[in-house]
């Protein structure tokens, strides 16, 4: 057939089906093999590929559809220049975005492999992940032919405008950048801030700092305030942390025996109690030692991080009083004897009996007169 729209719609139609098709067959069979492969390899960088590539190689089948059947069409050569040109600013830019995530996946992967301290926040997903699709940028600008030195110009005049307006953006940026480096907080700390609140860090973003407090609510700091706010880490050096429990017996107790029930009650609470660990070893200091009632210890013995000192001093606690009702050990309250006088103001008079004065000792709360 002759007919112009059998040759400018139909062929092409019919062209673009049967190179789409076959485009996805070849697809198939190549994620098929690589399939295979990535199955009989012990990294999981080939899956990482893998899955990346799933759905994006869909749109290159199809862009290689409509470059054969806009090829062979008769259209004029301008609109077939064109229409190259559009297909290929579209590949560069479902490549670019496939190389952006492929390369964050990467090197959250790597972190993780290697096991090092280096945090991976949404900040550095969101700089790495800007730096492909800066170089795809670039690389799409030299396809257009489009010069980028007057474009780098533009940029910096405009970019020192855009600076000045986004003055508290930028500095929570670059403090953010700041804190990945320096590494005063990680995520997955958990911080103590000058304010009060405290929690663990969920993710350093580009803005905000996140932080999940222990009743599951979320406290967001912009990170200049993080970068500039005193702060208690309790992850550095190490999430190890040093427990110390202040218990108080009466003087009529022998301080030998009160340490070695400690000692002892503690270092069998290590073997049962999570997060309360037997090395180093439980000891006691009789620190701080000699009170107005009470003869005062230091038990001090070590937790795997913060949040397990709760139930490890709610156990002890109840272990070492029963041990002590157990031993007959008394842990006394506040007492004090008070001595009144006459209402003339005279030492306490005795009775015919030889009695002193009224002498009244009160335990719980004091117990006051007044002279007359």
Known sequence: MDHPLFQIIIIPLGVFAAA???????????????????????????????????????????????????????????????????????????????????????????????????????????????????????ILLGTLGISITPLITALGVGGLAVALALQDSLSNLFAGVHILVEQPVRVGDFIRLETGQEGYVTDIGWRTTRIRMLPNNLVIIPNN???????????????????????????????DHVERILVEEATEGAREIPGLLADPAPFVRFIPGFGDFSLNFTLICQVREFTDQYLAQHELRKRILKRFRKEGIEIPFPSRTVYTREADGKSPARDGAGHGAEQREARGEDQTSEAG
């Open 20 to 138: 789409t098709a076959v485009a996805l067959i070849v697809r198939s069979v190549l994620l098929r093999l690589f399939h295979r492969w990535a199955a009989k390899t012990e990294t999981e960088i080939d899956d990482l590929f893998l899955s990346a590539l799933r759905v994006p190689s869909i749109n290159w089948a199809i862009a290689v559809g409509l470059y054969v059947a806009i090829g062979t069409s008769t259209l004029p050569a301008s609109y077939v220049a064109y229409s190259f040109k559009a297909i290929h600013v579209l590949i560069i830019l479902s490549v670019t975005l496939v190389f952006a995530n492929v390369s964050s996946k990467l090197v959250a992967y790597s972190i993780k492999k290697a096991a090092i301290s280096v945090p991976l926040t949404g900040l550095s997903q969101t700089i790495i992940k800007g730096t492909v699709l800066v170089i795809g940028f670039l």
């Open 225 to 255: 305030k993080l970068s500039q706010s005193i702060l208690t880490n309790y992850y550095l050096p190490e999430p190890r942390m040093a427990l110390l429990i202040p218990i108080g017996v009466s003087y009529a107790s022998d301080p």
